[in-house]
T-cell receptor, first 112, second 110 residues
Framework: DQQVKQNSPSLSVQEGRISILNCDYT??????FLWYKKYPAEGPTFLIS?????DKNEDGRFTVFLNKSAKHLSLHIVPSQPGDSAVYFC???????????FGTGTRLLVSP | NAGVTQTPKFQVLKTGQSMTLQCAQD?????MYWYRQDPGMGLRLIYY???????DKGEVPNGYNVSRLNKREFSLRLESAAPSQTSVYFC?????????FGPGTRLTVT
């Protein structure tokens, strides 16, 4: 049973446009969410997070939105750059348990 | 400050052989984790250690053992490797929610 789902395996966007990556979860006990970025042959690196008490968190070109009622979060990248081309994983966790549950990833390709 | 380091980077094993994957972190984190990444499966937790001296099973622990040698080091052992264990293995550490990952070990079992 997949508790965290990324239903789009890939996304292609032109440079300068907005990239929107989506993630759905089923466990209502999750209360914090993270996005990781992974380049080939490297480990995932932390990008941005949001706790369940917020519905939006911004960091430069990256914004994460959380819709608790729909159990849905999204990552917006504006403007998209070719260097953003990578696999993006969403992850969810629960306060008190430091384990994270990861989605299957979305490969983003930003073309010049 | 190296963060999380993993050795080796690549390994090829024959079915039935054993090996240990090493992981070390220099961030003084209490928690450490071992994941495997397979195509279309995302990152799946094998074992984790919430603090020195404790280890717990994750989602896919069968065929693996771990040792939390001290606060810095967390090793993953394959006693009798199987082709199904061909994967990329990542070690991570954390103090709270945000986990920091190593560069990975690409393991092939033939």
């Amino acid at each position: 049973d997949q508790q965290v789902k990324q239903n789009s395996p890939s996304l292609s966007v032109q440079e300068g446009r907005i990239s929107i990556l989506n993630c759905d979860y089923t466990n209502s006990m999750f209360d914090y969410f993270l996005w990781y970025k992974k380049y080939p042959a490297e480990g995932p690196t932390f990008l941005i997070s949001i706790s369940s008490i917020k519905d939006k968190n911004e960091d430069g070109r990256f914004t994460v939105f959380l819709n608790k009622s729909a159990k849905h979060l999204s990552l917006h990248i504006v403007p998209s750059q070719p260097g953003d081309s990578a696999v993006y994983f969403c992850a969810a966790g629960n306060t008190g348990f430091q384990k994270l549950v990861f989605g299957t990833g979305t490969r983003l390709l930003v073309s010049p | 400050n190296a963060g999380v380091t993993q050795t080796p980077k690549f390994q090829v094993l024959k079915t039935g052989q054993s090996m240990t994957l090493q992981c070390a972190q220099d961030m003084n984190h209490n928690s450490m984790y071992w994941y495997r990444q397979d195509p279309g499966m995302g990152l799946r937790l094998i074992y984790y250690s919430a603090s020195e001296g404790t280890t717990d099973k994750g989602e896919v622990p069968n065929g693996y053992n771990v040792s939390r040698l001290n606060k810095r080091e967390f090793s993953l052992r394959l006693e009798s490797a199987a082709p199904s264990q061909t994967s990329v293995y990542f070690c991570a550490s954390s103090e709270w929610y945000e986990q920091y990952f190593g560069p990975g070990t690409r393991l092939t079992v033939t």
